[in-house]
């Protein structure tokens, strides 16, 4: 069964930073693409960037030019860099496969706050 452990979230100021890890285990992750979704109160979990596993990247237009997703297939993480986070980046952040309809069992996530 693969697991997907979310770390790296907290809280910070408009305009600040934090860099999100995800680990995943239990799965040779090189060939799955990967994706990084958030779900903010009363909203539904929307994907925000993914990465192929060939590293071709996609972002939501909400965050483009701000958020940056990478991965390591050697250490079976994927990262993604947020840089001028808003108040409306404010949610529970997970990772999961993407560009395709199944998905992995779906971690705890880690929460972002944006708040001055």
């Known amino acids: 069964q693969v697991l997907l452990v979310e770390s790296g979230g907290g809280l910070v100021q408009p305009g600040g930073s934090l860099r999100l890890s995800c680990t995943a285990s239990?799965?040779?992750?090189?060939?799955?693409?990967m994706g990084w979704y958030r779900q903010a109160p009363g909203k539904q979990r929307e994907l925000v960037a993914s990465?192929?596993?060939?590293?071709?990247?996609y972002y939501a237009n909400s965050v483009r030019g701000r958020f940056t997703i990478s991965r390591d297939n050697d250490k079976n993480t994927v990262v993604l860099q947020m840089n001028s986070l808003k108040f409306e980046d404010t949610a529970v952040y997970y990772c999961?496969?993407?560009?395709?309809?199944?998905?992995?069992?779906w971690g705890q996530g880690t929460q972002v706050t944006v708040s001055s």
């Open positions: 999961n496969r993407a560009l395709v309809p199944a998905r992995f069992s």
């Open positions: 239990g799965t040779n992750f090189n060939t799955y693409h």
């Open positions: 990465i192929t596993s060939g590293g071709t990247t």
